[in-house]
């Protein structure tokens, strides 16, 4: 798999589709000695089940534990630690992890509880968790959800769960953004699997879901983000710490040189949640006919932007989305199911950055 690929596949079957983007990376040769141990780096924030949009959902998890053993690998362990208000052994009970342990023997690592040592991570002293840094091959789980102080979380931020609560505390003195990307410069992203099925509009600890119904794998954390930010809506100026990880050498932020491989079409899969508030009156500028939730989730994140800068009330037409309006006429359209509109945005799915494009031209 090269650097500048993003394998997409997406679905309402985390398992499976874990394992079909698995598969297609063919990480197998990646990790090479079937004995090399494997970390596995969900996020399990606080102990909320994943569909509030907070934590990796367990059935990704699974998906990744059973290809592995399939394939051969038997030293594998689930390695988290919660934020500094939570205790991880509670989310490990409350997200489903416990029951993977059960079923698969799989090792479950509290990094609250880890050893730790320190590094120089180019110019930044930071104290990494032991269990973290003695793995062979670390394959990051991140959920693709927004985030209150960073605006949006994903490959680059996860990895704030290998450093010990006091090193979580000093990050935050710091402002986050620096101290995020010189950490990762030492702590290990060998594989990236953003579990991007239902996370979080704009919160850390969930509240408001957003399905959209994809599983994304990346070898590059910087360019994993910075797509991220495209689906979300966001600028890289909007989220400092991705640029200054490409600058300390982490990888690249360059989206329009990606190679993005879709396994499947992001058709079939409709909306089907009930929102949170914010979500619900974000929609209320919305007809929606059979719109299927990458699509739709697109567009719930491009408002939320566009209602931060204060710009969503100048929109004064509905906003048409679905598969339902295929060959009907219309003003204001989203997605490649509204081609027939006076004005639409092409894409199926379109990533928010262009929704937003779009609508500030129709205002």
């Known amino acids: 798999m090269d650097k500048k690929d993003l394998i997409i596949v997406y679905g309402k079957d985390p398992k499976e589709m874990?394992?079909?983007?698995?598969?297609?990376s063919k990480i197998e040769e990646m990790i090479g000695d079937k004995n090399r141990k494997i970390g596995l780096k969900p996020n399990l924030v606080v102990a909320r089940p994943a569909e509030g949009g907070a934590t990796t959902h367990p059935k990704m998890v699974a998906g990744a534990i059973e290809y592995l053993l399939e394939k051969g690998f038997k030293n594998l362990a689930v390695i988290e630690g919660s934020w500094v208000g939570d205790r991880t052994s509670e989310a490990f009970q409350a997200c489903g992890y416990k029951d993977l342990h059960k079923k698969y023997g799989i090792e479950l690592i509290d990094t609250q509880k880890d050893s730790y040592?320190?590094?120089?991570?180019?110019?930044?002293?930071?104290?990494?968790?032991?269990?973290?840094?003695?793995?062979?091959?670390?394959i990051n789980m991140p959920v693709l959800k927004g985030h209150c102080q960073t605006n949006v979380t994903c490959a680059l931020k996860n990895n704030k769960g290998v450093i010990p609560n006091k090193e979580k505390r000093k990050f935050h003195t710091m402002g986050l953004h620096k101290p995020i990307a010189?950490?990762?410069?030492?702590?290990k992203n060998d594989f990236i699997l953003v579990d991007g099925i239902c996370g979080d509009l704009n919160f850390e600890e969930g509240g408001n879901p957003v399905p959209m119904n994809r599983i994304i794998g990346a070898t590059d954390p910087v360019l994993c983000d910075a797509y991220i930010c495209d689906l979300m809506g966001y600028s890289l100026e909007d989220v400092p710490y991705i640029k200054f990880a490409e600058s300390l050498g982490v990888g690249n932020a360059d989206t329009s040189s990606a190679n993005l491989i879709e396994l499947n079409e992001a058709k079939g899969f409709e909306k089907t949640f009930s929102p949170g508030r914010k979500v619900e009156r974000l929609s209320s500028l919305v007809i929606e006919n059979d719109a299927c939730s990458a699509c739709y989730g697109s567009l719930i994140h491009a408002l939320d932007r566009l209602d931060e800068t204060g710009e969503l009330r100048k929109i004064k037409k509905k906003i048409s989305i679905g598969q339902g309006f295929k060959g009907k006429t219309g003003d204001i359209g989203i997605g490649i199911c509204t081609k027939e509109f006076d004005?639409?945005?092409?894409?199926?799915?379109?990533?928010?950055?262009?929704?937003?494009?779009?609508l500030r031209k129709q205002i």
């Open 117 to 138: 040592k320190l590094y120089d991570c180019k110019g930044v002293d930071i104290n990494i968790c032991d269990s973290a840094m003695e793995v062979d091959f670390m």
């Open 18 to 24: 874990a394992k079909q983007v698995l598969a297609a």
């Open 182 to 187: 010189h950490l990762n410069v030492i702590a």
């Open 343 to 358: 004005n639409y945005v092409n894409g199926c799915p379109p990533k928010a950055i262009e929704i937003i494009e779009f």
